[in-house]
T-cell receptor, first 111, second 113 residues
């Protein structure tokens, strides 16, 4: 079963614009992780935010976490064509033995 | 660091045949995961190993699926009596500790005809 749900399912923007993706999850967490997947490839870890953090930055990425609303957002600033990919949020189950992914947001950045 | 490698990259098989996939995790990672992903969906968790022990299995892992990790190094995923519904990308990942990020291989794409 899916732990998280991303919104929107698909997003199309122009180069230079910002892209915001949202994620909602169901159970309490220790951390929430965001991954990126290029077509036909494996997933690449982007950023991890712990449950006691509210915001985290990494380069052009900004992640926020609101544990009271069980939601997170990923902001990509000044997007580039190379950012075109699918983006997934993920959280571990209670036992810490399975990282459960949402359905993802497909981002398309046109030049 | 050579990353997580999976073999083969692609497999085409006829319905009813058995297939086996291999995953070589990052050498110092003791945790290994298998996922299945179909088009337009997120990865679905199949199973988890800590060293050689299989500690978690999804209900998705029917009795036709079996995974092993002998000696806590590489892992194999076998699907017996394949069905068309088994067509998917099978992803392997490894990590170094509880709650740590996963490092994924590029997957094995299975097509069952």
């Amino acid at each position: 079963s899916q732990q998280g749900e991303e919104d929107p399912q698909a997003l199309s923007i122009q180069e230079g614009e910002n892209a915001t993706m949202n994620c909602s999850y169901k159970t309490s967490i220790n951390n929430l992780q965001w991954y990126r997947q290029n077509s036909g490839r494996g997933l690449v870890h982007l950023i991890l935010i712990r449950s006691n953090e509210r915001e985290k930055h990494s380069g052009r990425l900004r992640v926020t976490l609101d544990t009271s609303k069980k939601s997170s957002s990923l902001l990509i600033t000044a997007s580039r064509a190379a950012d075109t990919a699918s983006y997934f949020c993920a959280t571990f189950n209670q036992a810490g033995t399975a990282l459960i992914f949402g359905k993802g947001t497909t981002l398309s950045v046109s030049s | 660091d050579t990353g997580v490698s999976q073999d083969p990259r692609h497999k085409i098989t006829k319905r009813g045949q058995n297939v086996t996939f291999r995953c070589d995790p990052i050498s110092e990672h003791n945790r290994l995961y298998w996922y299945r992903q179909t088009l337009g969906q997120g990865p679905e968790f199949l199973t988890y190993f800590q060293n050689e022990a299989q500690l978690e299995k999804s209900r998705l892992l029917s009795d036709r699926f079996s995974a092993e990790r002998p000696k806590g190094s590489f892992s194999t995923l076998e699907i017996q009596r394949t069905e068309q519904g088994d067509s998917a990308m099978y992803l392997c990942a490894s990590s170094s500790g509880r709650g740590s990020p996963l490092h994924f291989g590029n997957g094995t794409r299975l097509t069952v005809t």
